[in-house]
Nanobody, 122 residues
Framework: QVQLVESGGGLVQSGGSLRLSCAAS????????MGWFRQAPGKEREFVAA????????NYADSVKGRFTISRDGAKNTVYLQMNSLKPEDTAVYFC???????????????WGQGTQVTVSS
């Protein structure tokens, strides 16, 4: 498993932007599919975005497509989630996760970060 630490969350007004970072502590980082999930109060955790180890394939939830961009820097063992045009419904705890499978299914991700809070005010 890989250790993951998220950062970059905070409070932002509707329409604003934030960039989340997820630092991984594993020399095998480049072999993992990296994903972002989020969990709003009272709701189940849901898939947001994922990226292959090479960075040549990305996958997004329909709710964030066109507004969020996932990327990774292999040299820094870090994956990012650039979030633009944020809406109050994007408010949630955002989790970084790693998987050996190119998937958006939560159960296929076996390493998780502790989460970072994103709050979007209206």
């Amino acid at each position: 498993q890989v250790q993951l630490v998220e950062s970059g969350g905070g409070l932002v007004q509707s329409g604003g932007s934030l960039r989340l970072s997820c630092a991984a502590s594993a020399r095998t980082f480049r072999r993992y599919i990296m994903g972002w999930f989020r969990q709003a109060p009272g709701k189940e955790r849901e898939f947001v975005a994922a990226i292959t180890w090479s960075g040549d394939s990305t996958n997004y939830a329909d709710s964030v497509k066109g507004r969020f961009t996932i990327s990774r820097d292999g040299a820094k063992n870090t994956v990012y989630l650039q979030m633009n045009s944020l809406k109050p419904e994007d408010t949630a705890v955002y989790f970084c996760a790693a998987s050996w499978v190119n998937t958006r299914r939560e159960s296929d991700f076996d390493s998780w970060g502790q989460g970072t809070q994103v709050t979007v005010s209206s």
